[in-house]
């Protein structure tokens, strides 16, 4: 599984509120991505991470901001939660020699 | 621009084949599979690089079509864990990251 441990794996917060979701990693892999799931989108890329404080937009990035101060870890938060991001976010680590993605397993926001 | 999968679901009796095709409207570098069952997370199945060989995993096979854009997924005598949705995921190559396509829903049946 890559050592990803996602946390926390559920919440229900209330619209407004900032909440932050972390990721972690114990094999050293260089790309960290964060994305969320939703029914009728599969997965879209909110931000990814190249390095230790590295990191660029995916495509559904508004609203969104990372973090990664450390290699192990990958923190995505949102400012002022909103109910359009109420949704499934997975992490993922990508292996580089063979470009395999490696998911974390899942983290459900709920938010009212 | 997401990458378009067909069919959006198949239900299929145990020992029958399918064939799921994802396709783009850009020039790619490659194309990889995932699965995911229900309530996990997806699960990487295989690359496909730009001039590589069709790939296989288990009696799961894929081929990429480089001037079409596609590449399709081949389930051979399918089995019950085979359920679940397929996930292709494509890269133009030019530092983009993957871009997801909606999935398709398989369902083997007894």
């Known amino acids: 599984d890559a050592g990803i441990t996602q946390s926390p794996r559920h919440k229900v917060t209330e619209t407004g509120t900032p909440v932050t979701l972390r990721c972690h990693q114990t094999?050293?892999?260089?790309?960290m991505y964060w994305y969320r799931q939703d029914p009728g989108h599969g997965l879209r890329l909110i931000h990814y991470?190249?390095?230790?404080?590295?990191?660029d937009k995916g495509e559904v990035s508004d609203g969104y901001s990372v973090s990664r101060s450390k290699t192990e870890d990958f923190l995505l938060t949102l400012e002022s939660a909103t109910s359009s991001q109420t949704s499934v976010y997975f992490c993922?680590?990508?292996?580089?020699?063979?470009?395999?993605?490696?998911f974390g397993e899942g983290s459900r926001l709920t938010v009212l | 621009q997401q990458p378009v999968q067909s069919p959006q679901a198949v239900i299929l009796r145990e020992g029958e084949d399918a064939v799921i095709n994802c396709s783009s409207s850009?020039?790619?570098?490659?194309v990889h599979w995932y699965r995911q069952k229900h309530g996990e997370a997806p699960v990487f199945l295989m690359i496909?690089?730009?001039?590589?060989e069709q790939m296989r995993h288990e009696k799961i096979s894929a081929s990429f079509n480089e001037k079409k854009q596609q590449s399709s997924l081949y389930l051979t005598a399918s089995q019950l864990s085979y359920s679940g949705t397929y996930f292709c995921?494509?890269?133009?190559?030019?530092?983009?990251?993957?871009?997801f396509g909606t999935g398709t829903r398989l369902q083997v049946t007894l």
């Open positions: 995921g494509t890269d133009t190559g030019t530092a983009s990251k993957l871009t």
């Open positions: 850009k020039a790619l570098y490659s």
């Open positions: 991470s190249y390095g230790v404080k590295d990191t």
């Open positions: 094999e050293n892999h260089r790309y």
């Open positions: 496909l690089l730009k001039g590589g």
């Open positions: 993922a680590v990508e292996r580089e020699n063979t470009g395999e993605l490696f």
